[in-house]
């Protein structure tokens, strides 16, 4: 028998794993790039600045789950899933999609509201946002030439 402090090792240690060694999670990262420390979010497209891990957060689109909810086996099939179930967060969205998985909610209602999350960006912050991506263009364009 296991006890909850050697679960919780055995978690955070696999944890790590999939954070540095993981080859989905750094497809997902580059699928996101623009340019040197600029990513952009897949849910609200939004454009961030930054470090991943900070500004940018590989987050698994059906959750993973905790240690001592369900057996190892099935933690480990879930936390290294393919690629198909990973995105790029910013912030803002990984925050806001992990406080509804606190509350349990089903992960479609939590795509379907971060649908409509998404659709309250008004076209200021669209043309905001093709200016950035435009720059981030222009930057990379330069150090190439």
């Known amino acids: 028998m296991v006890s909850k402090r050697e679960r919780s090792f055995i978690s955070s240690a696999l944890r790590r794993v999939w954070l540095y060694y993981n080859e989905a999670r750094k497809a997902v990262i580059k699928r996101c790039f623009i340019s040197r420390g600029v990513y952009k979010c897949e849910c609200c497209g939004a454009i961030v600045k930054g470090r991943v891990g900070k500004v940018l957060q590989v987050d698994h ?85």
């Open 61 to 145: 689109i059906e959750r993973v789950g905790s240690i001592h909810k369900q057996s190892l086996d099935s933690f480990v099939e879930n936390l290294f899933c393919p690629i198909e179930n990973l995105w790029g967060l910013c912030k803002n969205c990984h925050d806001y999609k992990t406080s509804l998985e606190r509350k349990d909610v089903p992960t479609k209602e939590i795509l379907k509201l971060l649908n409509q999350r998404e659709s309250f960006n008004d076209s200021k912050d669209k043309r905001q946002e093709k200016a950035k991506i435009a720059n981030a263009k222009r930057l990379k364009r330069r150090r190439l030439s």
